[in-house]
């Protein structure tokens, strides 16, 4: 069993940057950042692979975000800039053991984190 507990969220304007993390107790597979706003369906926002390589991006993040990881850490990063108020929700990150299809599919993810609230105005 793995356990993810995510940080870095705050409350920002808008334009500013924030660095999320998400430290898993043990080796994964791949390694995801979903977000759900109020009244909103989660919505997948990043993805990466572990052992290296792919990494998948929502459009609406797309130039804007970055995901990188640090496994020495056993830490997954999704660094955001420049913010916008459309991205105030509450950021959530997942893992698998094995690759997930969709990789914005959340049910597909084994393992879920509590979450971290990112608020822009």
């Known amino acids: 069993h793995v356990q993810l507990v995510e940080s870095g969220g705050d409350s920002v304007q808008a334009g500013a940057s924030l660095r999320l993390s998400c430290v898993a107790s043990?080796?994964?597979?791949?390694m995801a950042w979903f977000r759900q706003a109020p009244g909103k369906e989660c919505e997948g926002v990043a993805a990466?692979?572990?052992?290296?390589?792919?990494?998948y991006f929502a459009d609406s993040v797309k130039g804007r975000f970055t995901i990188s990881q640090d496994n020495a850490k056993n830490t997954l990063y999704l660094q955001m800039t420049p913010l916008a108020p459309e991205d105030t929700a509450m950021y959530y990150c997942?893992?698998?053991?094995?690759?997930?299809?969709?990789?914005?599919?959340?049910?597909?993810?084994?393992?879920r984190g509590q979450g971290t609230q990112v608020t822009v105005s």
């Open positions: 990466k692979l572990i052992g290296g390589g792919m990494a």
């Open positions: 997942a893992a698998d053991e094995k690759a997930v299809a969709p990789w914005d599919w959340i049910d597909g993810y084994m393992y």
């Open positions: 043990g080796e994964t597979y791949c």
